[in-house]
T-cell receptor, first 116, second 115 residues
Framework: EAGVTQFPSHSVIEKGQTVTLRCDPISGHDNLYWYRRVMGKEIKFLLHFVKESKQDESGMPNNRFLAERTGGTYSTLKVQPAELEDSGVYFC??????????????FGEGSRLTVL | AQSVAQPEDQVNVAEGNPLTVKCTYSVSGNPYLFWYVQYPNRGLQFLLKYITGDNLVKGSYGFEAEFNKSQTSFHLKKPSALVSDSALYFCAVRPRGGGADGLTFGKGTHLIIQP
């Protein structure tokens, strides 16, 4: 069974440009999460989808970030326009139930974003 | 707001010795507690969780963790370390109750097992 896959693995862009990160969760997982780790700091929660609906987007930094999950399958995270402080590793995770119900998230390998 | 502290950036242990990776948390009530491990160039992998019941929980690869409510700690332990245990370890919490399902992670601890 395929795990959570993320694309691209690494993206280097200039300040002001746009980047779109993609996450394909494990098939059948209704819950999809985005997290971000800035160099040397904690992994921060960004948002949580249940199927195609945003359940919680309290961690989204600002309106330059837009996440979608059309059809409840794969998800995209767009950063427009990118700023230097957006650099970091963006992780996607999925699970069949919520963390409270199942307790285990399956993470992708992450997309490293470097903004110059 | 909840927080997780992993006071050691790095822990060095000789192979075969017991290991402990420390984690303390600050959250109201009894939280759900987790440990994840990240090997180089890989995603985070679930190790173990505390939801309720026995304070000592056992997880993957021989790891265990003990929930200590009075000390608000959830230290990760293993009786005998292997070189292959070398990785980055993250402690995480989720408050019990409420609809917010995001995990709060610590900064991570590099565990280095020396042959």
């Amino acid at each position: 069974e395929a795990g959570v896959t993320q694309f691209p693995s690494h993206s280097v862009i200039e300040k002001g440009q746009t980047v779109t990160l993609r996450c394909d969760p494990i098939s059948g997982h209704d819950n999809l999460y985005w997290y971000r780790r800035v160099m040397g700091k904690e992994i921060k929660f960004l948002l949580h989808f249940v199927k195609e609906s945003k359940q919680d987007e309290s961690g989204m930094p600002n309106n330059r970030f837009l996440a979608e999950r059309t059809g409840g399958t794969y998800s995209t995270l767009k950063v427009q326009p990118a700023e230097l402080e957006d650099s970091g590793v963006y992780f996607c995770a999925s699970s069949q139930g919520t963390v409270a119900n199942t307790g285990e998230l399956f993470f992708g390998e992450g997309s490293r974003l470097t903004v110059l | 707001a909840q927080s997780v502290a992993q006071p050691e950036d790095q822990v060095n242990v000789a192979e075969g010795n017991p290991l402990t990776v420390k984690c303390t948390y600050s959250v109201s009530g009894n939280p759900y507690l987790f440990w994840y491990v990240q090997y180089p160039n890989r995603g985070l992998q679930f190790l173990l969780k505390y939801i309720t019941g026995d304070n000592l929980v056992k997880g993957s690869y021989g790891f265990e963790a003990e929930f200590n409510k009075s000390q608000t700690s959830f230290h990760l332990k293993k009786p005998s370390a292997l070189v292959s245990d070398s990785a980055l370890y993250f402690c995480a919490v989720r408050p019990r109750g409420g609809g917010a399902d995001g995990l709060t992670f610590g900064k991570g601890t590099h565990l280095i097992i020396q042959p």
